[in-house]
């Protein structure tokens, strides 16, 4: 089920798309990465479909062929704008979970310290900067060179663009024109995040797929190191976005820490 919420900030008004998947159980916000909404709709389907789970996927706004207004630039305005988005719908004991930009959208959501979250899900997250283990600069890779990077077998996950229609091809190169205002100019990193990270107390598992090239390991690991009290977990045979690439492997590890943290409010 697809609906569109209007919403009002200080900064001014916007209009959030939201996929919902599931009507029952504890409730998850997944926030997708770069790649869009697609990367991580079949998964929240996958979850509420073995799981008493109902799963909120918010587009972010310019992903997916939304509309981005134009005060709506950085990381941090909208991690402002999902916390109103759980107030609107008055959304708790929520389980967040991000894949790489959403993974820093989830850590920035998690640090305006809404009481509304029991648990924090950080999966291959960019956002923070680590000495010896940069981002990878994916902004001018082919789509098979960002695959190398991307997956643990990427043989599985070939892409070709030459097979997209006219408006397939439009909205990827609007996820990506929205992708480099809310994070390109500052190469995927916000140099002051680690400082907002030292004040989440909410529940946290920072999960890595071992085979991402985008993101190291070590650099997952110094994610974990500066949230208080995080977990760290690597997942073998798998890449940047285990919820792609490893599904089934991936759902337990999802589902299992939420529940080990839920506060079992009744759900609306």
């Known amino acids: 089920m697809t609906s569109t919420y209007a919403l009002t900030l200080e900064q001014g008004t916007l209009d959030v798309t939201v996929e919902q998947s599931g009507d029952r159980g504890h409730t998850f916000l997944f926030l997708h990465g770069g790649g869009g909404p697609q990367t991580v709709l079949p998964f929240a389907a996958l979850l509420a479909e073995q799981r008493p789970a109902r799963v909120f996927t918010p587009f972010h706004p310019g992903f997916g062929g939304t509309e981005r207004p134009d005060w709506l630039t950085d990381v941090q305005t909208l991690a402002q704008v999902y916390a109103h988005l759980l107030d609107t719908l008055d959304l708790r004991d929520v389980a967040v979970v991000g894949n790489s930009i959403g993974g820093w959208i989830a850590a920035e959501l998690a640090a305006l310290g ?4 029991s648990s924090v ?3 291959n997250a960019v956002g923070i900067r680590v000495d010896g283990h940069p981002i990878a600069e994916t902004f001018g890779l082919t789509p098979i060179e960002l695959s190398r990077l991307s997956f643990h077998d990427p043989a599985k996950f070939r892409f070709d663009p030459g097979a997209l229609d006219d408006g397939q091809r439009a909205v990827l190169a609007a996820n990506r024109a929205a992708l480099e205002v809310y994070a390109g100019a500052n190469d995927m990193a916000d140099p002051t995040l680690s400082e907002r990270l030292a004040k989440i107390d909410h529940p946290t598992l920072v999960a890595w797929g071992a085979s991402d090239q985008v993101v190291d390991a070590d650099y997952g690991r110094a994610y974990a190191q500066a949230i208080p009290g995080a977990e760290f977990r690597l997942l073998a045979g798998t890449g940047h976005m285990p919820q792609v690439e490893t599904p089934e492997q991936f759902l337990p590890v999802v ?11 009744p759900h609306n």
Do not use: N
């Open 114 to 117: 809404s009481d509304r979250i």
């Open 121 to 123: 899900t950080i999966v």
């Open 255 to 265: 589902w299992d820490f939420a529940e080990a943290h839920a506060t079992h409010r």
